[in-house]
Structures are given as structure tokens and as C-alpha cells.
């Protein structure tokens, strides 16, 4: 079974710009997280999908946006890029997505704004 | 608030040594799951084990063996005759589930990492 896929794995952008990410879940998972790891916050959460809803969201500005198609890819979008948006961002699926799931990570985005 | 706490920012030991990663978790939640992610330089999150709050058994996969004890909201990592591959940096995460609309989210420690030297 193939993993969590994310594409790209890595991308520079200067500030001012925007960015969009995707992943592709585990095939048959219809949960998707995504997280925000800096070396100074560490692993933190950005929102979460479940069959095209966003069902969960974190303490992260408007500008961070995402959403998931009924394929259950979901792709996350940050507007007006700022230095400090340069982190690895990570990408989860999960089958249902409560507290009983477990996610599995795809290998994540690195992203560097200039 | 939920909060995981992990110590030991990093480690160091030599190959073959036993080596125990603390973690300690709180939550007002009665029904929670802990978890514990290997993350290697290349950078996924690598799952481990998960573990429910009504389970307190210990459990031992290989030379992994994690001990869970509510009383002091500690869930520890120990690895048995650490190898190089096992350099990485750990992470000790807490589920939470919102009351309304469903959902997860992990709450994450800080990260341990984890040295193993010939």
C-alpha cells in the first residue's frame, strides 16, 4: 500500500508570494492533517479534513488555507508568504480521523521564504 | 490545555547501550491516546506505537519497549541495545478530540534526539 505522498518536497518562494502544497493520502483514508514544523515552535497543527470538511483548525492566521477534494486529496495554501513561514510541513492521513486513528505522515515540504 | 513535555532534548549513547525517553502528558480528558513518532534526518514522521489511556499494560515490540503509568502521566521509550539506525529524534505525542464536529488533532513534545555513536 502506498504511503503519504507530498508534493513538492521542496520550494522557495520570497515574501509577498504564495504557495500551494498537496498531498495524497493513504489510499481508502478520508482524514487529512496537516502540521507546521519549525525548530523554534516545533511540531504544531494547522487544520484537518475529513471528506471535504474542515473539521479542526489551529491557532495559525487567515492567510494559512486549505481543503480536500472528494478524491481526499487536500492541498493547503499560504497567502502573503513571511520569513517565518519557512518550515516543514507535514502532511497526514488517517482512516477516520477521531481519537482512535492513528496518522501516517507523508515525508513533508520544506519550505524556504526568501 | 493539552501539553506533552519531553525533557531531554538530546542524548547521547554509545552502540549496545539501553537508552529511556521520557515523556509526560497533561490532559483533563478521561479517554486520550498517546503515540510515539520516530523522525530519521530525512524528515518523515515515523509511527511507533499507539497507546489508549485505559491501557496501562506494557508493551514490548523487539528491542522497543514503552512503559505507561496514569498515575504519573508518563508514557516512556526505552530502546534495548541501541543501534546507530536508531539515531533520530523522537517525539512523544498526545491525541485530542474536539467535543463537537469530531476530528484529531496531536498535540507533540518537543522532540528528543537520540545519538547513537559506535
Known amino acids: 500500500k502506498a504511503g503519504v505522498t507530498q508534493t513538492p518536497r521542496y520550494l522557495i518562494k520570497t515574501r509577498g508570494q504564495q504557495v500551494t502544497l498537496s498531498c495524497s493520502p493513504i489510499?481508502?483514508?478520508?482524514?487529512v492533517s496537516w502540521y507546521q514544523q519549525t525548530p523554534g515552535q516545533g511540531l504544531q497543527f494547522l487544520f484537518e479534513y475529513f471528506s471535504e470538511t474542515q473539521r479542526n483548525k489551529g491557532n495559525f492566521p487567515g492567510r494559512f488555507s486549505g481543503r480536500q477534494f472528494s478524491n481526499s486529496r487536500s492541498e493547503m495554501n499560504v497567502s502573503t508568504l513571511e520569513l517565518g513561514d519557512s518550515a516543514l510541513y507535514l502532511c497526514?492521513?488517517?482512516?477516520?480521523?477521531?481519537?482512535?486513528?492513528?496518522?501516517?505522515f507523508g515525508p513533508g515540504t520544506r519550505l524556504t521564504v526568501l | 490545555a493539552q501539553k506533552v513535555t519531553q525533557a531531554q532534548t538530546e542524548i547521547s549513547v554509545v552502540e549496545k547501550e539501553d537508552v529511556t525517553l521520557d515523556c509526560v502528558y497533561e490532559?483533563?480528558?478521561?479517554?486520550?491516546?498517546l503515540f510515539w513518532y520516530k523522525q530519521p534526518p530525512s524528515g518523515e514522521l515515523v509511527f511507533l506505537i499507539r497507546?489508549?489511556?485505559?491501557?496501562?499494560q506494557n508493551e514490548i515490540s523487539g528491542r522497543y519497549s514503552w512503559n505507561f503509568q496514569k498515575s504519573t502521566s508518563s508514557f516512556n521509550f526505552t530502546i534495548t541495545a541501541s543501534q546507530v539506525v536508531d539515531s533520530a529524534v523522537y517525539f512523544c505525542?498526545?491525541?485530542?478530540?474536539?467535543?463537537?464536529?469530531?476530528?484529531?488533532?496531536?498535540?507533540f513534545g518537543t522532540g528528543t534526539q537520540l545519538k547513537v555513536e559506535l
Open positions: 497507546r489508549n489511556s485505559f491501557d496501562e
Open positions: 489510499s481508502g483514508h478520508r482524514s
Open positions: 497526514a492521513s488517517g482512516s477516520s480521523g477521531g481519537a482512535t486513528d492513528t496518522q501516517y
Open positions: 490532559t483533563r480528558d478521561t479517554t486520550y491516546y
Open positions: 505525542a498526545l491525541s485530542e478530540t474536539p467535543f463537537t464536529g469530531g476530528g484529531n488533532k496531536l498535540t
